[in-house]
């Protein structure tokens, strides 16, 4: 049953050209993990701002479990909201900040006190209540906002950007915390970032948005196996996108600088000698192959090998495209040397033609 649904929302900012955000429909469900996911400027934080209530429409309609919120004000929603800035008041101890909503809203002290002692105790800084935010890490910090966001029991839960500003090893570390909170509670998040990697891999569903509109909505796998749009493709993930000519559309068949290879379907629309892109992800480029017959094949030089801890990246010039092939590092890995002459092989089911 759909908890939050935003049904042509659309927002222009006085004075713009172009809508911020154009013809946005969602439907959550109660409990899930969606992220908004996509480049700076796509109108991610415009759509959560507009759902907590800091922006209202310029038409469209937001609804949470039945009731229209489109036109209520944010302390009206009951919405809790984690910032990229953490936004903790530093004269307050932990313990204050994490109540600080709840002393608002006049809540006795003894149900204060019984609250925020359960939240210190689900982000884990139970000793950590009398301190104040300066003598924290960015970390701690960020845990203490996720707790304040989460002490009024919230009916929807909204994070923008809110690991943005930690280093890499923490910011994975915390964002799993996030989840298994967020799963814990069970309650609905919508989470915006423009770090693919962060929404694949905590997400229920991602939303990919550029320019204002949806490009895709879908699970994790979906989003990264099976792009819709060849902005998905070439925006989430590593991806090779090569520019080849058509030989033989009925057969799916196109040549990369004098080499035949095929697609996994014919190419509708165009003719033997059109130019097209094809995209390939570089982890189905295999240096060895399978044995299978279909199997497709190209040959090139190499051009650069880098080692990226659990992967070791080969950079494969074939005429004017540089193709990246990556494979899992292991000490018995035979890695080719600058200059070689490398073949990899594919299945034409890995390729995935961008000008459809």
């Not at 570390?173 to 423009?194: A, D, F, K, P």
């Not at 060849?230 to 590593?238: D, E, I, L, N, P």
């Not at 189905?284 to 190209?298: F, H, I, K, M, Q």
């Not at 990556?326 to 033609?353: K, M, Q, W």
């Amino acid at each position: 049953m759909t908890f939050l649904a935003l049904t042509n929302v659309r927002k222009v900012f006085p004075n713009a050209t172009t809508p911020a955000v154009e013809d946005f429909n969602l439907s959550v469900q109660r409990g899930e993990f969606v992220s908004f996911l996509g480049p700076s400027g796509c109108g991610k934080t415009t759509t959560l701002r507009m759902v907590a209530g800091f922006e209202f429409p310029t038409s469209g309609s937001i609804t949470i479990d039945g009731k229209d919120i489109t036109g209520v004000r944010p302390n009206q929603r009951n919405i809790g909201m984690v910032f990229q800035s953490y936004a903790l008041f530093p004269n307050m101890t932990v313990a204050d900040n994490i109540g600080f909503g709840m002393s608002v809203a006049r809540a006795p002290k003894p149900e204060i006190k019984q609250r925020v002692t359960e939240m210190l105790a689900l982000i884990k800084l139970e000793q950590l209540g009398g301190r104040y935010p300066y003598q924290l890490s960015g970390g701690q910090q960020q845990r203490v906002a996720l707790a304040r966001a989460l002490a009024l029991r919230p009916q929807l839960l909204l994070l923008d950007e809110p690991l943005s500003a930690l280093d890499a090893k923490i910011r994975v570390s915390l964002r799993n915390e996030i989840r298994t909170i967020q799963r814990q509670l069970g309650i609905t998040t919508i989470y915006v970032t423009h770090d693919q990697e962060e929404a694949l891999s905590i997400s229920d569903r991602v939303v990919v948005m550029n320019q204002g509109l949806i490009e895709q909505v879908g699970p994790p796998f979906e989003i990264y196996n099976f792009p819709k749009t060849a902005f998905v493709a070439q925006f989430v993930g590593t991806l090779n996108a090569i520019a080849v000519t058509v030989a033989d559309p009925a057969a799916g068949a196109v040549q990369l600088a004098g080499q035949t290879f095929h697609l996994p379907a014919a190419i509708t629309q165009r003719r033997a000698g059109d130019g097209v892109r094809v995209a390939l992800r570089p982890e189905l480029l295999s240096p060895a192959s399978t044995g299978e017959g279909d199997e497709n094949r190209l040959t090139g030089t190499v051009e650069n090998v880098a080692f990226l801890g659990a992967v070791v990246r080969v950079h494969l010039r074939i005429g004017d495209a540089l193709l990246l092939i990556d494979e899992f590092n292991n000490p018995h890995l035979a890695v080719p040397a600058i200059g070689d002459t490398l073949t990899v092989y594919f299945h034409r089911e890995s390729c995935l033609l961008l000008d459809a």
